[in-house]
């Protein structure tokens, strides 16, 4: 843990404690993040650091306090027990006061720089929507808000952005509870609401078997879009990885390289499966088999790039002489002296203003063609005709398909 419990006085009397996490530069805007049923578990602090690390001042309040302070469960059988216990005890509309007094408390903070949102997961997916709805945050994010659909005579009052994720495959809340919320918000493109198909509740929590990573990951980008959209703070991502790729292929310095990723970042090559997980084993693998291992003469051209909230995509051509033994790309092929142009693309996610890991795409295969070890007649593979026709959309295009020429003149229905 990166943050720490903090007091917060609740307007009715008495206080409750809250996990604060703060970003490394010391302030940003607010993000309160809204529990389970499971109290302020290992879990909801680990996504509080995560979001500090994205630029946000976060607090998790303990909203199970009134019944019994500091309840930090997991997911065994017994803890699920004593949590639906709680959750059947619990006091909604006390809770969205108190949120309510989290919100006025993070609004006070001197860390807290500019606007604020609300971000929670099953039962706090509710109270997410609960507190748009009653309180002056300025956006919110529900995870699968369980019974969202039995307060929608709230729908009206919300008037901040909002996104809602759903699963498919949801016990608590199934598939026509999820139309009944989407048909309420029909024309309102301010809340975006998405569903994930063959995934389950609680989908977003690490070591629950609903886990699914995919949608985890696509549902965060998603839910970061907004809160960068109306919180910030905005970092020049195209900089941070011209930045790291200087350091990777002009001044060839490994220390500085890390220095623009996080604590534990990964690089993955798909076709090769190269890289590391972790400082550790890619301080290794940029010292020993990367950085310091490719051709004097390699270069990058770029063709394109794309950027999101937590992602970019780089297209580009990877052009290099093999006078080496190229240990991420061609590893065990001795050195052939061929040039080789190839189509590659970089998908990079960032965590806040550093790298959080890379997958690397290219053809393999062209790539073999081009230094001769791999015979491209009968196959459907091309050379460096992949890279000339990339920067050349007139060069012919269908040359591997044998039976083109069977449509030429037939009518276009």
Avoid at 86 to 108: E, M
Avoid at 269 to 287: A, K, N
Wanted: hydrophobic share 40%; with cysteine; aromatic share 10%.
């Amino acid at each position: 843990m990166n943050g720490s419990m903090i007091k917060i006085g609740a307007s009715d009397g008495g206080e409750f404690e809250a996990y604060l996490s703060t970003p490394a530069q010391g302030s940003g805007p607010g993000l309160i993040l809204l529990q389970e049923i499971f109290g302020v578990n290992q879990y909801l602090r680990d996504m509080a650091d995560q979001f500090a690390e994205e630029g946000y001042v976060v607090l998790v309040p303990d909203l199970f306090w009134r019944m019994e302070p500091g309840v930090i469960l997991g997911y065994s059988d017994e803890d699920f027990g004593k949590a639906f216990g709680f959750y059947q005890q619990f006091d909604v509309d006390q809770g969205i006061k108190d949120v309510g007094d989290t919100v006025a408390a993070l609004r006070s903070m001197e860390q807290c720089k500019g606007k604020i949102g609300a971000l929670g997961y099953c039962l706090g997916g509710k109270l997410a929507y609960l507190t748009a709805a009653r309180t002056d945050v300025d956006c919110a994010v529900s995870y699968y808000g369980v019974a969202i659909e039995a307060a929608l005579d709230e729908a009206a009052s919300i008037s901040c952005p909002m996104v809602m994720h759903f699963a498919s495959e949801d016990q608590f809340v199934p598939p026509d509870a999820v139309d009944v919320i989407r048909n309420t918000f029909e024309g309102r493109p301010d809340i975006e609401i998405y569903y994930y198909h063959g995934v389950n509740h609680a989908f977003a929590t690490p070591g629950r078997d609903s886990y699914h990573k995919p949608s985890t990951m696509m549902a965060y980008s998603r839910s970061l879009a907004l809160l960068r959209s109306i919180l910030g703070p905005i970092y020049d991502l195209s900089q941070l990885w011209d930045k790291h790729c200087e350091h990777e292929f002009v001044n060839r310095d490994i220390p500085a390289t890390m220095a623009t990723m996080i604590d534990q970042p990964y690089v993955n090559h798909i076709p090769t499966m190269t890289g590391g997980v972790g400082s550790e084993q890619l301080s290794r693998f940029y010292q020993y088999h990367f950085v310091n291992s490719n051709p004097a003469d390699t270069k990058l051209i770029p063709i394109s790039r794309t950027i999101g909230a937590d992602r970019l995509v780089d297209e580009m051509l990877f052009c290099f002489t093999h006078d080496c033994e190229i240990d991420w790309m061609l590893p065990g092929l001795a050195p052939t002296g061929k040039y080789v142009e190839i189509p590659l693309v970089a998908i990079v996610n960032f965590r806040g203003e550093k790298l959080c890991h890379e997958h690397i795409y290219w053809d393999q295969a062209s790539v073999l063609v081009q230094i001769g070890v791999l015979d491209s007649d009968g196959l459907p593979v091309a050379g460096q005709e992949t890279a000339k026709k990339l920067v050349d959309e007139t060069l012919p295009s269908n040359a591997l398909m044998a039976n083109w020429a069977t449509s030429e003149g037939k009518p276009i229905t």
